[in-house]
């Protein structure tokens, strides 16, 4: 009777274990971010360096406000210089949140009528994004700030 009852609290004990060590991973994939998670304006600076083959690096800046609408769509407008001649601009496109809360978006920037595409990273609870263009040709990395807290009248 004692063995039977040491065996099935040590089994009990293992099962605990397992269970509890496989939660914390399990959540650390889900996060619960969705395109929802990403709505309102954001200020945002990117820095940065175009390059080309066989030419120096041409440096890149940029200020921009950035409204996201929960749903997947997007618009920015601002002020970017290149080598130092600077000029305002528009952008429009949408974005997509994965539940890790990591994200792409794509813009279409005007002037200029190109497309641009980039990886984010949400944190400080929805308040920030890390993004990195993605397109070749350079090296762009810029930090969106929520622009006013959550719920502020001015959302």
């Known amino acids: 009777m004692k063995r039977n009852t040491i065996a099935k609290t040590f089994t009990i004990a ?13 959540q650390a994939g889900e996060k ?17 360096v ?8 041409t440096p890149f800046a940029a200020v921009n406000v950035i409204t996201f609408d929960g ?10 210089s290149v080598n ?3 000029g305002a601009q528009t952008e429009t496109g949408t974005y997509t949140v994965k539940s890790d809360c990591t994200g792409t978006y794509a813009v279409l920037i005007s002037p200029g009528g190109f497309t641009s595409h980039a990886f984010f990273v949400i944190d400080d609870s929805g ?29």
């Open 32 to 48: 619960g971010c969705s395109n929802a998670t990403l709505k309102g304006t954001f200020a945002d600076k990117d820095l940065g």
């Open 71 to 80: 749903n997947g769509h997007m618009t920015a407008v601002g002020v970017g």
């Open 127 to 155: 308040n920030e994004l890390q993004i990195i263009v993605t397109d070749p040709g350079g090296v762009i990395t810029c930090t969106a700030r929520r622009q006013f807290p959550a719920g502020d009248w001015r959302e």
């Open 14 to 26: 293992i099962f605990g274990a397992v269970v509890l060590s496989i939660a914390p991973a399990a």
């Open 50 to 57: 175009f390059t080309a083959p066989n030419a120096a690096p």
């Open 84 to 86: 130092g001649t600077a």
